[in-house]
C-alpha cells in the first residue's frame, strides 16, 4: 500500500491481509471476507477515502471501503443512489454489531446474577 495520510488510521492496518483479500469466495475465505467487510463497515474512520482511491486508481481486486471488487462492475459509488447503498449497508453493520454486543452483555449480566 502506497504511504497514504488516509491509509494511517485505516482500521485494516496490522489486520490479516486475506482478511481483504481471500483466496476464494466460500469456506474460511468467505468468513475472511466477511470479517473484512465488518471492519470497514464498523470501524474505519477512513472508509469513504479507502473507496475514492479504489475508484481512481482502478483497483480491481481485494475490498475497499466495504466492498469488495469495487471497480469490476460500475462506479455506482459516484451515484447518489450508490452513495446511499453504502451508507445504508455501514448502518446495517453497525445496527448488527450494537445488537450482538448486546446480547452478550445481557447474557454476561444473567450469568452474574444466577452465580451471584
Not at 41 to 47: M, S
Request: net charge positive; charged share 30%; proline share 4%.
Amino acid at each position: 500500500m502506497p504511504d497514504l495520510p488516509w491509509y494511517r488510521k485505516a482500521a485494516c492496518r496490522g489486520r490479516p491481509l486475506e482478511w481483504w483479500y481471500p483466496n476464494g469466495t466460500k469456506g474460511i475465505a468467505k468468513e475472511h471476507l466477511e470479517a473484512g467487510k465488518r471492519i470497514c463497515n464498523t470501524e474505519c474512520p477512513v472508509r469513504q477515502e479507502c473507496l475514492q482511491y479504489a475508484f481512481q486508481t482502478g483497483e480491481k481486486f481485494g475490498t475497499w471501503g466495504g466492498l469488495a471488487g469495487v471497480v469490476a462492475g460500475e462506479q455506482e459509488h459516484l451515484t447518489e443512489r450508490g452513495k446511499a447503498r453504502a451508507e445504508q449497508e455501514q448502518a446495517s453493520e453497525r445496527s448488527m454489531a450494537r445488537r450482538n454486543w448486546l446480547r452478550r452483555e445481557q447474557a454476561a449480566a444473567q450469568r452474574r446474577r444466577q452465580a451471584g
